[in-house]
C-alpha cells in the first residue's frame, strides 16, 4: 500500500530527483508499482533501495523499467 501511494505522488511529481527508502519492506509488488512509474518519469535520477525484501520478481519489475528510463544514473 505504501509503495503504491508513493508511486501516484511520483506520477504527478516533477521535481523530486533522488529517492533513498531503506528499509521499509517494498517487497515485490511495491517494487512492482514503484517500476511502473519509473518507466514514464524522467526527472529521477537516483533511487536506493536497500533491504526491501524485494525479490526476483521485483527484480525483474525494474529490470524492465530501467531499459525505458532515461534519467536514473545511481
Known sequence: VGAASLAAVMEKNSSLTSLILHNNNIGDVGAASLAAVLEKNSFLTSLILLHNNIGDAGAASF???????????N
Do not use: D, F, H, V
Not at 529490470?63 to 544514473?73: M, Q, V
Open 63 to 73: 529490470a524492465a523499467a530501467i531499459e525505458k528510463n532515461s534519467s536514473l544514473t
